[in-house]
């Protein structure tokens, strides 16, 4: 399973994400932007707007991108992912389980999951996912969170009782310090807010991400 999700990358270890808020923009201009910038996964998060807006919004997101040879993930809603035959999901602590996302998508859908510790990260390592996201890394003002910080300390920790299951990394990573993440033992960096804020110096930086590996 893992294999289609490193694949989806195309040698990057950029995994950017949406935001309709943060950018101004549609998610299906997000999309646009971020593949004439090279990215070729792309997740689609809505935390403000309502499922059905969100539904319109990413159906005509993975429009775009099947036109344009992109995969795009859907946060948190499999009902949407499956509605629109998007390429897989990605499930937090509170969304449906892992294993019954599996057998509603299928065997061929990327399926990842979020996890903020060390414990979390070692049972969802024996989970039918294809990723495990670990955060936040550092401090973030993204999103609202009881959970602490995981620290490039912590993240090497969870990289080791990984194994060789994809490891992404989230949660105040931008240019500056990707490469620590990546050294830390990352597979992955997913970057939301040193994408789209301020949205108009957006390319440079999703270059600058694209570009480090």
């Known amino acids: 399973m893992s294999s289609n999700f490193i694949q989806a990358l195309g040698g990057t270890h950029l995994y950017p994400i949406t935001d309709r808020h943060l950018s101004g923009l549609s998610h299906a201009e997000q999309v646009d932007l971020l593949m004439d910038s090279g990215a070729t996964l792309i997740q689609l998060r809505e935390k403000v707007d309502p499922p059905l807006r969100f539904f319109e919004q990413a159906e005509s997101a993975v429009r775009v991108a099947r036109d344009r040879g992109a995969k795009i993930i859907i946060n948190d809603r499999v009902d949407i992912a499956l509605a629109l035959k998007a390429d897989g999901v990605h499930l937090g602590q509170e969304d449906l389980a892992p294993d019954a996302a599996r057998r509603i998508l299928g065997s061929g859908?990327?399926?990842?999951?979020?996890?903020?510790?060390l414990?979390?990260?070692?049972?969802?390592?024996h989970m039918p996912v294809d990723y495990v996201a670990i955060g936040p890394i550092f401090s973030t003002t993204t999103k609202e969170s009881a959970n602490p910080s995981v620290g490039l300390d912590g993240l090497a920790r969870v990289r080791e009782a990984l194994g060789t299951l994809p490891l992404v990394a989230i949660g105040g990573i931008n240019s500056e310090n990707v490469g620590t993440v990546i050294q830390a033992g990352a597979d992955v960096v997913a970057v939301i807010s040193d994408i789209w804020v301020p949205a108009k110096d957006s390319p440079d930086r999703i270059k600058r991400l694209l570009n480090y590996a």
């Open 119 to 125: 414990e979390q990260a070692r049972r969802a390592a």
């Open 109 to 117: 859908a990327i399926i990842g999951f979020s996890t903020h510790s």
